[in-house]
């Protein structure tokens, strides 16, 4: 019979472990633009990894950002950017400008195809030396 290699790696066995819900620092590994399967509509996936020491440390997650649903990305641009968007203006911002960059998320725990899962919920902007985010 034919040797058939599966490769596992560190980040693959972290992918699927349980954030307790809480802020954690994270950075943002990648952003990519994609298109929706359903309707073609633009997409961007952001890649997070927890920077904190800790049981989490390393662990990866993800966010999904859609064109359609512009307003659930406010609190992130504005913790990226690290300046409040005029709520009477709004304005064009480039995403791709946050990889690299540190932020506060909450992570929060949902189901999802029967699975506890990690979920990025909201986001606040980095210091270096916080502890916590300022709320």
């Given amino acids: 019979m034919e040797s058939i290699p599966f490769e596992i790696t560190r980040e693959d066995l972290l992918r699927s472990k349980t954030i307790a819900p809480g802020w954690y620092a994270m950075l943002i590994r990648s952003v990519v633009k994609g298109e929706a399967k359903t309707d073609g509509s633009m997409k961007v996936d952001v ?9 989490f440390k390393d662990v990866p997650v993800s966010r999904t950002f859609s064109e359609k649903a512009p307003g659930f990305t406010v609190s992130f641009i504005e913790a990226v950017s690290k300046r409040k968007i005029d709520p009477d203006k709004g304005g064009t911002f480039d995403l ?3 990889q690299g960059k540190k932020v506060w998320a909450y992570v929060k725990n949902e189901m999802y195809q029967n699975r506890l899962v990690n979920r990025v919920e909201d986001f606040r902007s980095y210091e270096e030396g916080q502890t916590q985010p300022k709320m």
């Fill in 47 to 55: 890649g997070f990894v927890v920077t904190a020491d800790g049981p």
């Fill in 96 to 98: 791709a400008m946050a």
